[in-house]
């Protein structure tokens, strides 16, 4: 086995063709790609997954992605732990008060990291 890809977590039920999308990630534009250094963009989210991949030619074969399709169809990614935790930690809030139906717009940005050079990607309700 080469390359896996694995839904471990959803923010719905999915379809068969559904779960196909998220699995199949070539389409999928990376959050880092389209969102400018210090900047941020809004995504209006309909259906998020977490993935588990085991991938043998990556540098590091097991790790996670997570994967935020739009109102309009497109596919963001990220392997950003910050992200998916703080995403997870958002819709579980809005979920438990009943506030989903408000809609679900969350800016998704980078922030310098204290820890390691360069930037790391995480959201907020935007």
């Known amino acids: 086995m080469s390359y896996k890809a694995e839904i471990i977590d959803s923010n719905k039920v999915l379809t068969t063709r559904e779960k196909i999308k998220f699995t199949e990630i070539g389409d999928t534009q990376s959050i880092d790609s389209v969102c400018p250094s210090g900047g941020s963009i ?4 309909d259906t998020f997954v977490i993935l588990q991949v085991h991938n043998d030619k990556a540098q590091n074969p097991d790790y ?6 739009d109102k309009d169809g497109n596919k963001y990614k990220t392997g950003s732990e ?6 997870t930690k958002l819709y579980e809030e809005l979920k438990e008060a009943d ?3 408000e809609g ?3 800016k ?3 922030k310098p990291s204290k820890n390691f050079s360069g930037e790391f990607i995480t ?4």
């Open 99 to 101: 506030e989903l139906d």
């Open 82 to 87: 910050t992200f998916m935790e703080t995403l």
């Open 64 to 69: 996670k992605v997570c994967i935020v399709s």
């Open 104 to 106: 679900f717009v969350i």
């Open 123 to 126: 959201c907020t309700l935007a």
């Open 42 to 45: 809004d995504i209006d989210v």
């Open 108 to 110: 998704a940005y980078k």
